[in-house]
């Protein structure tokens, strides 16, 4: 498959979480690429849950970093 | 030999020499390094014989030349004689991309110098291969049939090539001016094939010295690369008279010194506006005519020539007389040739897809006074001979399967001019040596599996 | 026409356009040759205790028949006495009081050898001392040239003990053959120097014969190392120039060269930081005529833009030169072909399928043509098909809108950060 492809999937999955209202908690980069941890704070209960995903290509390592930007940007 | 007819000669010599100039170390060098290295590139396909250009380029660049020839010979065994004689701009040159920014690569005058190089050093660039114990007989030694058995030499076979001529070469040895491509290089193209073991018994004619059947039978298979036969007669009064001249006939003696001298300061007339009939009146201006005309029946537009031979019989000075049919040839009380009657044409509209049609112009005879008439009306077919073997043929044309070369007889192939015509085959050499590789390698299929199982 | 008058920490000159020392400066009688060309000014050939040549000194690195892409020598200092010099460089300021001569000096590191060649050099009229610390072969075995211009103390201390002693701008000339320029820069800025000057040569071998298997050049059948300029280390001497000029702790104007070869290369150098230029192997390849066309088309450069002075070209560019870090890695190129004019030599093709991200295709058009096609979600703008065709215009670099805001590594780094005690556990 090309990279290209590789990315849309995993911007696709990326969007999934932010859709639902999931936010980038954390980021770790390491040889494997980057894991973001993903929360969802459900009001309600007060209970958090988390996701993790692993994003391989460079255009998905981009994409997260342009949607933290906006989050930070979006809180202050 | 008198020293007037010695010097005669040395000056003949001289008119025979190559007249396109060998490019120099820094031309060939410079010309390489503008060779862009395309990637599949168009010049590959548009060689019948597919010669991977831009790598022999690159390595004239890189300095490799040994290898430069290599490629070159590998893909085509006449490689050397084919950087002469092909036409190079509605080939190689003309698929060119340089065509579309600046002026394309010469690589006729480029695949000449690599070759060159090899002839000068004395490489050999190719080895024998293992014997595998099967016979192949090839009848034909020029460029169909050298290419055959280069081929066939390489992949282990024991290969006999039957030769009418003294030397082998056909077409390159005794049928392209000397100005053009010199007998030498033809030659050094046989002893390549020679040195790989090919055995070639030369003025051998094949049904008169030997009969077919008895090479057919004493070889496992048969290719036959017979070429074409003499011009044929114009079929008008006169044209056994001294001074009627065939045209291949005419090259032919032009080929090796002695020159002929008797068309020195003689009016010429040549018949035909084929790249034979150049040949015939730009050799007659080379022996010193004083006047060559060559006289069409056709017009410019249908002239089968090539332009580059056009433009060069132009700037030997020949004339040219269109839509001018000879019907006469006029003779002194000695029988010499001293004049040709001829006759108007006019050209008829073409019907669909056919040539143009030709008919006298009533009472427009006229003469052209000259001392020689040169025939160069195309060539006849080996017709008897062909026939003698019972393969399917047209008119002369031997028919083939396109894809393997092979005749009606599956043991017997066919390639170069003896399949040319009749909507079958092409007239170039490098064809010629692509239809040679084909036919080799065909009969190597059908024949591997007896000798590998 | 513009002004092209250049000063250098008070060195002026008619143009921005100096032979750099070497052998083409070697004599009054080159360059007062030179400066009837148009040249605006000379560093000599290095003064200093007179050398011994060898025979076969220069080789030159020829690519793909282009001649003298690169070039290398083992020559030395001049191997002429420091009067014979000395009063040709009278003679020589005397005929051409507005060109500027500059001696280029070399002595061993020692304050009194330093304060002898000062003074004298300075008694002759020169506007200005050049030292030489960048000579990387002969001279440099002997502890001198870029044996001290590679030990950033020597630099300075040497640098202060020229300037003790020193009436007129003090460069100083630094060698490349260091892994950071910018350290010796610095070294010559504290030891006083009004001005540096680079590059000086790259230590190099310029070839073995494949046939002799001798070092080319070689001197009796031996070669040594040599120093390695002309068009081949432009980009090497650009750089370290660029890295000076934006480096603030180097505050002195900047001569720069290596391998300038044409007002174009002059220009980039002004650009990023230079206040003049230094020519040499343009020089040695084609003569000293080549300083009119240096000269014009710098000048219609300037005139086409309405630009007045030379001097306001200098440093322009600096500010756009940073680190890899502060590129916004939100900027987006890809390749566009367009098919009118490509010639179908499918160079990009396999360039960049070999070589780079396969995002050429090789197709045929409705009408059967063969076409070339980027597929431009794999093209990473990388450059590589554009740099490799052969016709001008058949592939552009487009940049596309950005899809996200700018934001360069040290940005991202910053804001991944910011997320610290909240590292994914994996």
């Given amino acids: 498959m090309r990279e290209h492809q590789h990315y849309l999937i995993e911007r696709e999955k990326i969007d999934y979480f932010i859709d639902r209202g999931y936010r980038i908690h954390g980021i770790t980069e390491n040889l494997s690429g980057a894991f973001i941890e993903f929360r969802l704070k459900d009001n309600k209960t007060d209970e958090e849950s988390t996701e993790i995903l692993h994003i391989q290509t460079p255009d998905g390592r981009k994409y997260f970093s342009a949607l933290l930007l906006k989050q930070i940007q979006t809180v202050s | 030999m008198s020293s007037l007819e010695s010097s005669i000669q040395k000056e003949l010599q001289k008119n025979f020499t190559e ?23 168009p010049c590959i396909t548009a060689c019948p014989t597919g010669i991977d250009i831009p790598t022999f380029i690159k390595k004239i660049a890189s300095g490799n030349m040994k290898g430069s020839a290599k490629t070159i010979m590998t893909a085509n065994p006449v490689g050397a004689s084919c950087s002469r004689v092909c036409p190079t701009e509605e080939l190689c040159e003309g698929a060119c991309v340089l065509n579309h920014t600046t002026k394309p690569i010469l690589i006729g005058n480029l695949q000449r110098y690599a070759t060159d190089w090899a002839i000068k050093n004395d490489q050999v660039l190719f080895k024998q291969g293992q014997p595998n114990g099967k016979k192949v007989a090839i009848v034909g030694g020029g460029p169909a049939g050298l290419s055959a058995a280069r081929e066939l030499a390489l992949l282990g076979y024991d290969v006999t090539i039957y030769e009418a001529e003294s030397e082998a070469g056909g077409l390159d040895t005794y049928g392209i001016v000397s100005f053009r491509l010199p007998k030498s290089v033809s030659l050094w193209e046989v002893e390549q094939v020679q040195n790989l073991g090919v055995t070639i018994k030369t003025g051998v004619k094949v049904g008169e010295d030997i009969p077919f059947d008895e090479i057919y ?45 008797e068309l020195k300061d003689k009016k010429v007339v040549v018949v035909g506006a084929g790249n034979t009939a150049i040949d015939g009146a730009t050799c007659s201006v080379r022996l010193g005519a004083e006047n060559v005309k060559i006289l069409y029946r056709r017009s410019e537009q249908e002239m089968t020539a090539y332009d580059f031979e056009y433009e060069f019989a132009k700037q030997d000075g020949v004339e040219f007389r269109w839509l001018t049919q000879p019907i006469e040839i006029l003779t002194n009380k000695e029988g010499k040739v001293e004049g040709i009657k001829c006759i108007r044409m006019q050209l008829l509209k073409a019907a669909q897809g056919e040539r143009r049609r030709t008919v006298p112009v009533p009472d427009s005879e006229f003469i052209i006074e000259c001392d020689a008439v040169i025939k160069a009306i195309g060539q006849k077919r080996h017709l008897h001979f062909i026939e003698e073997l019972g393969l399917a043929h047209k008119e002369g044309v031997i028919l083939i399967n396109n894809e393997t070369m092979e005749t009606s007889n599956p043991k017997v192939y066919a390639c170069g001019d003896v399949i040319f015509g009749k909507g079958q085959g092409e007239a170039m050499v490098v064809s010629a040596a692509q239809q040679g590789k084909t036919a080799a390698y065909h009969m190597h299929e059908s024949l591997k599996e007896s000798y590998t199982a | ?187 010559a800025v504290q030891g006083g120097a009004d001005a540096v000057s680079m590059i000086n040569t790259i230590n190099s071998l310029a070839g073995v014969d494949i046939d002799t298997w001798l070092p080319i050049p070689h001197v009796g059948g031996k070669g040594a190392h040599g120093g390695y300029c002309g068009p081949a280390v432009k980009p090497i001497a650009l750089n370290m120039v660029s890295e000076c000029a934006r480096n603030s702790r180097i505050n002195v104007p900047i001569s720069g060269m290596g391998g300038v070869s044409n007002w174009q290369n002059a220009i980039e150098f002004m650009l990023m930081g230079a206040s003049n230029v230094q020519i040499c192997t343009a020089a040695m390849h084609h003569g000293f005529r080549i300083v009119e066309d240096l000269i014009d088309g710098l000048s219609t450069y300037l005139d086409d833009r309405g630009i007045l002075s030379v001097q306001d070209i200098i440093g322009k560019s600096v500010p756009t030169f940073s680190d890899w870090g502060n590129l916004d890695l939100n900027y987006k190129v890809v390749a566009r072909i367009n098919n009118d004019v490509c010639i179908n030599c499918n160079k990009c093709h396999i360039a960049c399928e070999d070589t780079s991200h396969q995002c050429i295709d090789m197709l045929n058009d409705p009408s059967g043509n063969a076409i070339l096609q980027v597929r431009e979600e794999d093209c990473v703008g990388c450059n590589l098909c554009s740099i490799v065709c052969p016709v001008d215009g058949a592939i552009d670099m487009i940049q596309l809108n950005h899809e996200h805001p700018p934001m360069t590594w040290n940005e991202r780094q910053t804001l991944i950060g910011s997320l610290k005690d909240k590292k994914v556990s994996k």
């Fill in chain 2, 217 to 261: 039978s004493m070889h496992d298979r048969v290719i036959l690369a017979i070429g074409m036969a003499s011009v044929p007669n114009l079929n008008i009064p006169g044209e056994q008279s001294s001074g009627v001249y065939d045209a291949i006939e005419l090259v032919k003696k032009t080929k090796a010194a002695p020159f002929p001298t």
């Fill in chain 3, 1 to 187: 026409m513009a002004d092209l008058r250049t000063n250098l920490a008070g060195i002026t000159s008619p143009n921005p356009f100096w032979l750099a020392s070497a052998p083409p400066t070697n004599s009054g009688y080159q360059v007062q040759r030179a400066f009837e060309a148009g040249w605006g000014g000379a560093v000599w050939k290095t003064l200093g205790d007179p050398i011994l040549n060898v025979s076969s000194r220069y080789a030159a690195v020829h690519f793909n028949g282009q001649r003298v892409a690169g070039f290398n020598n083992i020559e030395l200092i001049t191997d002429r006495p420091l009067e014979v010099n000395l009063k040709e460089i009278y003679e020589t300021k005397k005929r051409f009081p507005n060109h500027a001569v500059v001696a280029s000096l070399m002595v061993e590191p020692n304050q009194g050898a330093w304060h002898e060649i000062v003074k004298k050099t300075e008694a002759a009229g020169v506007d200005g001392l050049e030292l030489n610390f960048g000579c990387p072969h002969g001279m440099a075995e002997r502890g001198m040239g870029s044996a001290s211009g590679q030990v950033p103390e020597l630099v300075m201390k040497q640098t202060n003990w020229a300037k003790e002693a020193a009436e007129t701008p003090v460069i100083v000339k630094l060698t490349p053959n260091i892994t950071d320029i910018t350290a010796t820069a610095e070294a």
């Fill in chain 2, 19 to 41: 007249v396109i100039p060998s490019l120099t170390n820094q031309e060939a060098f410079q010309e390489s390094q503008r060779c862009l290295y395309c990637y599949d590139a």
